[in-house]
């Protein structure tokens, strides 16, 4: 593996090594080098990568001719008493994975390049941010927005590519990128892309990390209690007694607790009462174990 937390890249017979960056000069110069060869895709992490996180790069070679990763942790859409200080870290893992995918370059800033002292400003989306996660982790989206604000102010992506186990993530930035004209990348190149799931149909997450074998075996519980309410709806059950259904089958498989279930418009995250013509998913988050998990289906199959 040539991959190392050196600032340049290395010539190696010709082929850049993936270059793994963790302050802005040298964040610009090699974005600057990239750009000057073609189009740029950034696929924004928290790193402790799987397959969910290689799906999006492997999408983002479809879209441009270079892929930049950003790895970073983000405290500020962190509660205070959330996982921030367990968060998994593997930073060199993550780029030995990087690099055999192929990606140009790992944007790794520390946290005071990323908020150096005096660091004041905020980036706060309203609507689409309110009630699921929003609700249950007051100031995480506003964290995220500022955040991916930032990284593509730094990275300059033509195209961003977020993954659609994080729904209301995904509706967040899209909705910044349209209200603050953002050019690079416009709301438009902002690609979302299907969950990528274990074989036994649990969502990938670098929270899984976090359950025990029992746990892990029980989560299982959250995708089929999902299907199972998405047919009873579709089946004409009220939308309530679906949800309050697949609650109780939570709680009763081992689940701790749940945060919500939820029934919402896909793009405009209305709660959905009612079954109209407008697309809708199911949102649920549910607490294991260690692990608050997370996930969305559309009501279509
Ligand atoms: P994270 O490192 O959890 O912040 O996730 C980084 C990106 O990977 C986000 O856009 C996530 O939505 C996406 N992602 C995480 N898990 C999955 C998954 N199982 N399938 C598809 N994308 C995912």
New binding site residues.
Partial sequence: MRASLSRHAVLVQGVPDVQIVQQLDPLRSAVDGLKASGTLAL??????L?E??L??VRAARAAATHIAVSIFVNPRQFGPKEDLARYPRQLERDCELLEAEGVALVWAPDLAAMYPAGYATGVSVSGVSEGLCGEMRPGHFDGVATVVCKLFNQVRPDVA??????WQ?LAVIRRMARDLDLVLPRAEAILG?????EADGL????RNAYLSEADRKAAVALPDGMKVAIAAIRAGAPIAEATAALKAGLTAAGFASVDYAELREAASLVSVEVLGEAPARLFVAARIGGARLIDNMPLVL
């Fill in positions: 696929v924004p992490t928290m790193g402790a799987h969910g996180h799906t999006l590519l977020f993954g659609e186990k994080d993530q892309v299907p969950t990528v799931r969502a990938l997450s670098s």
